[in-house]
């Protein structure tokens, strides 16, 4: 039996919230601090400096706006802009700006950055949502309740809603006027009820679907604007405890054989849709799992991975697929090619050794000239122009 779970969506029209500017903030212009002055490097580029004394942590690459300005989230150093805008100032072609508390942002500790439709920069952080409006930075909602939350993931879906997971809250929705909460408490098929403690992204599908993930060992769910089903693996998964609540899995006595009716894991790190309109999905365990929208797929790369547990996935210009590890850098699939699994062509891997600044890759995102980012641990940052990598960051491992 499937175990697919629908849910009506509940319309909870519990709060009314009016999107303001906090007036506790002190209202500063941004463009015009904390641009990092500095001489550029042998390598001439600038680098991020650190300016909160965060001795380790990620970097994220979160955003490519509407002028080509790439924005990267931090644990602890607020968040930072790389343009041309701020580049004018100090002589450089392209620089640094680095934006914190001091400045108005509501927290550090930031996660997911987005845009809006009416251009605003809507930044998840670990006190509510920070909106930043090109001068100024304000509380995105008046309610205290919703500027405590510890946000996980943001999203504005096709229609200017906007969805933000919240730790140990589940899921909110906000239609510019009404604010509902969903999957904070889930029947889960084993485990009975649970509350989804940590929803690690969001991604809204070619066909609308809008699609959650879970950390907290919930799958994923699929809300296709009414009914929310809901995606787990198949009882065997849990019989033969490939969840990890022991250490007898994968023994001679007990093998488990993965169902295509079923996603591979229920702890899903993040998601990204293809050309093609398949969902690939990171899992904890099991790899990259795709899901072509009738049957899970265990991705064939799975096995060129090995134990290298995927943390980010991204698709470029050219329709090349990025996977980046937790221990093992980054690889490159080129889905084009139709040699076999293995033979060099299809698959390469990209290491320290290859100039990649620390091999626990963390995020990716392409820039407008096609480079690719990718955000490390110990807060790294690399450059990658498909020849060589250039390191953009002040990094020292402690």
Known sequence: MNLLYHHTFPLLLSLLFVVASCNSQVKTDPSR?????????????????????????????????????????????????????????????????NFTSKD?????????????????????????????????????????????????????????????????KGIYR??????????????????????????????????????????????????????????????????????????????????YVHSPEYITDDMIISMTEDKSGNIWFATRRHGICIYDGTT???????????????????EDKKGMIWLGTDEDGVFSYDARLNDEVGQGKTFKNYTTADGLVNNSVRSIIEDKDGNLWFGTRWFGLSRFDGKIFTTFSEYKEE
């Open 33 to 97: 601090h904390n641009v990092i002055q500095q001489t550029p490097s042998e390598a001439d580029q600038p680098k991020i400096v650190g300016t909160q004394g965060v001795t380790s942590g990620n970097i994220t690459c979160e955003l490519l706006d509407r002028d080509g300005n790439l924005w990267f989230s931090t644990s602890g150093e607020g968040i930072y802009r790389f343009g041309t805008r701020m580049g004018v100032e100090v002589g450089l072609g392209k620089s640094f700006a």
């Open 104 to 168: 108005g942002l509501c927290n550090n500790n930031t996660t997911n950055i987005i845009q809006d439709k009416s251009g605003n920069i809507l930044i998840g952080t670990n006190a509510g949502i920070c909106k930043y409006d090109g001068k100024n930075f304000s509380k995105y909602f008046e309610a205290d309740s919703l500027n405590n939350l510890r946000i996980t993931a943001l999203l504005e879906d096709r229609d200017g809603n906007i969805w933000f997971g919240a730790m140990n």
């Open 174 to 255: 906000y239609d510019g006027t009404n604010v509902s909460n969903i999957l904070w408490q889930y029947k889960h098929p084993l485990s009975g009820d649970k509350q989804e403690k940590m929803i690690s992204d969001i991604l809204q599908d070619k066909k609308g679907n809008v699609w959650f993930s879970s950390f907290n060992r919930g799958g994923v769910w699929r809300h296709d604007g009414k009914i929310l089903t809901h995606f787990l693996p198949s009882v065997d998964y849990y019989k033969f405890r490939e969840d990890e609540r022991s250490q007898a899995y994968s023994t001679a006595e007990t093998k």
């Open 296 to 314: 899970f797929l265990s991705f064939k790369g799975n096995e060129i991975l090995g134990k290298s547990s995927p943390i980010t996935i991204l």
